[in-house]
T-cell receptor, first 114, second 114 residues
Framework: DAGVIQSPRHEVTEMGQEVTLRCKPISGHDYLFWYRQTMMRGLELLIYFNNNVPIDDSGMPEDRFSAKMPNASFSTLKIQPSEPRDSAVYFC????????????FGNGTRLTVT | AQSVTQLGSHVSVSEGALVLLRCNYSSSVPPYLFWYVQYPNQGLQLLLKYTSAATLVKGINGFEAEFKKSETSFHLTKPSAHMSDAAEYFCAVSDSLGDYKLSFGAGTTVTVRA
């Protein structure tokens, strides 16, 4: 079990640029979640997928944010254009569909927008 | 939706002393409950989970938590703190139905004094 894999680990970009974060969930997991973590707001759920279908994107802060899951083994979170207030650590997590199944987190992508 | 309250954003303990982290949830139906730990520059890792099999749950690294329905609490304890326990700890509660989405508390940072 390789765990949830996120890339890149660190991303530094200038305001206005497009940023793409990537995630490979654990094989066999039906659910994939994207979270954002900041000192001010803690852990925020941005969006989650079930069987590659977006279920709830109410946590996506603005239209500048979009997420896709083209297949069961890959998801992206895109920010276009990026702004300094998007600086945060972005986590991807996955789990099975069973009630009580724990979330497995990746190590996150630390995004800095200058 | 479920909600979680963690009392105390920072806890400082001496090495060898009891660690007690408090968590209260809002629910009229016994939910699924979790404690996660986050070490610096890492994702969240599962410490333990409650899924109604037993009210006292043992987790990794000597931690345990007790589910008390009457108090809607799920406090985390460790009898003797170790320097390696310095981290941030998150309590989380799952919806009882549907997609079993997790709601996280704000987190408690534990500092261990030598």
């Amino acid at each position: 079990d390789a765990g949830v894999i996120q890339s890149p680990r660190h991303e530094v970009t200038e305001m206005g640029q497009e940023v793409t974060l990537r995630c490979k969930p654990i094989s066999g997991h039906d659910y994939l979640f994207w979270y954002r973590q900041t000192m001010m707001r803690g852990l925020e759920l941005l969006i989650y997928f079930n069987n590659n279908v977006p279920i709830d994107d109410s946590g996506m802060p603005e239209d500048r944010f979009s997420a896709k899951m083209p297949n069961a083994s890959f998801s992206t979170l895109k920010i276009q254009p990026s702004e300094p207030r998007d600086s945060a650590v972005y986590f991807c997590a996955s789990r099975t569909g069973t009630g009580g199944s724990p979330l497995h987190f990746g190590n996150g992508t630390r995004l800095t927008v200058t | 939706a479920q909600s979680v309250t963690q009392l105390g954003s920072h806890v400082s303990v001496s090495e060898g002393a009891l660690v007690l982290l408090r968590c209260n949830y809002s629910s009229s139906v016994p939910p699924y409950l979790f404690w996660y730990v986050q070490y610096p520059n890492q994702g969240l890792q599962l410490l333990l989970k409650y899924t109604s099999a037993a009210t006292l749950v043992k987790g990794i690294n000597g931690f345990e938590a007790e589910f008390k329905k009457s108090e809607t609490s799920f406090h985390l304890t460790k009898p003797s703190a170790h320097m390696s326990d310095a981290a941030e700890y998150f309590c989380a509660v799952s919806d009882s139905l549907g997609d079993y989405k997790l709601s996280f508390g704000a987190g408690t940072t534990v500092t261990v004094r030598a």
